[in-house]
């Protein structure tokens, strides 16, 4: 890693968003963000309409733990071949459908189900989903990595399109469904984002499979095992599972991995309890479904849209690391802004300008964040290592984040402090990002 994408002018920036292949990213983080929508705002929506309780719907989030965890199964999806599928359309693009059409399943499942009633239901399914979506994103990740390639300024570029997929397949179901929910009700609209899966796995056809020599590499990295491991199931497993994750401790070193592997846990960790808790804040400071599906998703679709681009040449010409010191910045004067409201009331003007403060840093910072993960990932197994660190920060966006509804019952109800202390949070991460900087100079002192 040189710099984390070394700083160029804005033209030569523009220039790199003709390619064809930021159009693929773009389709598949459409299918990345959607399962967020299913399992995340509009399952909250749907379980407050329910009268479940701040708790229960924070405890319901845990479910997307899984994404957490799902590095454990990314190197099966970075070498084994699924049947039929990997022949037609290739290793990524065969994981990507084949979860696809798992998730659309399960969608439609899960509006026969009544949360009120059977909650045990309704959670195994949203489990189902959570992990089909898991592995769906290793898939798409690697997918990104691979035909991308390393072209550093082209980084910034592809974290931008999947970002902008991901926040158009989070904002338009999600507008969708709080716009509907009402007149509608939530099981038909279930039906109706069933039916979008299905939309999503023939424009994924659409997408073409990177080239790689990833078999290769992989084949390579197997000799460093064979003298030690004859068996060959053993070698295999071997090189599967456990080669991904030593590639990444030794390219990195030890020091910077731990480094790294701290800064993704901590650094999202105030934005991911606000986003647990803001459909439920939203309703409970007195805003309705329609305002919802207006500020927060229709409007704040195509803020996000206009911040990703803008993000995406920003840290092009400056650089990935002041990208990243600007989102934490950011990140906490938008979390005191959902405090303003908090004791303001349903104000819609200060929500539409908390909104656009809101969607410009998760843009800004997620662009960064995703370049600079990427940038520390290898090319035989990018699936397994991307997985790696974004299952780390996911861990702290699911799994720690899902105590916010404890955290705001504690707080007798107090969402203002609860947002002031979630603004809080970003500086840990700071922190680490400093002292990572300071590793990436002494590496490249000894370099020279």
């Known amino acids: 890693m040189s710099d984390a994408v070394t700083p160029t002018g804005f033209r030569v920036a523009l220039q790199q968003y003709r390619d064809i292949r930021l159009f693929y990213i773009f389709l598949l983080g459409c299918s990345s963000g959607f399962p967020w929508v299913l399992i995340g705002s509009a399952m909250s929506g749907w379980l407050k309409d329910a009268n479940l309780s701040r708790a229960a719907i924070g405890y319901f989030g845990s479910v997307t733990a899984v994404f957490a965890l799902n590095f454990l199964w990314a190197p099966l999806v970075d070498r084994l071949h699924l049947p039929y599928f990997h022949r037609t359309l290739g290793q990524r693009r065969s994981w990507v459908i084949s979860m696809q059409l798992l998730i659309m399943l399960a969608t439609f499942a899960i509006a026969f189900t009544n949360p009120g009633f059977s909650l045990l239901w309704t959670s ?71 039916l979008m899966w299905l939309l999503l796995a023939v424009l994924t056809l659409m997408v073409k499979e990177p080239a790689s020599n990833r078999d290769l590499l992989q084949q390579k990295a197997a000799l460093r095992y064979q003298h030690s491991l004859q068996h060959p199931a053993l070698l295999w497993l071997t090189v599967t599972v456990v080669e991904p994750f030593a590639e990444f401790f030794r390219r990195n070193g030890l020091t910077l991995a731990l480094l790294l592997i701290s800064f993704v846990f901590v650094f999202k960790l105030g934005e991911a309890f606000l986003g647990r808790m803001s459909i439920q804040f939203y309703r409970e400071v007195g805003f309705s479904n329609e305002q919802i599906a207006e500020y927060s998703k229709l409007i704040g679709w195509g803020a996000t849209l206009v911040f990703t681009l803008l993000g995406s040449l920003l840290n092009v010409r400056f650089g990935v690391i002041k990208g990243l010191v600007l989102g934490g910045l950011t990140m906490a004067a938008s979390n005191l802004m959902f405090a303003w409201i908090a004791e303001v009331g349903p104000d819609e003007n200060l929500l539409l300008w908390t909104i656009l403060l809101d969607n410009f840093t998760t843009a800004f910072s997620i662009v960064a964040f995703v370049a600079f993960l990427t940038s520390f990932t290898g090319v035989a197994f990018s699936a397994s290592q991307y997985a790696l660190l974004a299952s780390i920060g996911n861990f702290g966006r699911t799994t720690v984040a899902s105590f916010g509804g404890s955290m705001v019952d504690m707080l007798d109800g107090n969402w203002s402090l609860f947002f002031i202390i979630t603004s809080l949070m970003v500086i840990p991460g700071l922190l680490l990002l400093f002292a990572i900087v300071q590793q990436l100079k002494k590496r490249r002192a000894l370099a020279e």
């Not at 997929?165 to 939530?186: E, N």
């Open 124 to 194: 195994l399914l949203a489990l189902l989903i959570a992990i089909a979506a898991a592995t769906q994103d290793v898939a798409i990740d690697g997918y990104r990595i691979d035909i991308i390639g390393q072209n550093e300024n082209k980084l910034p570029a592809a974290a931008a399109m999947g970002v902008m997929g991901w926040w158009t397949g989070y904002s338009l179901p999600g507008y969708f469904a709080f716009h509907y929910a009402d007149s509608w009700g939530w099981p038909a609209v279930y039906l109706g984002m069933a």
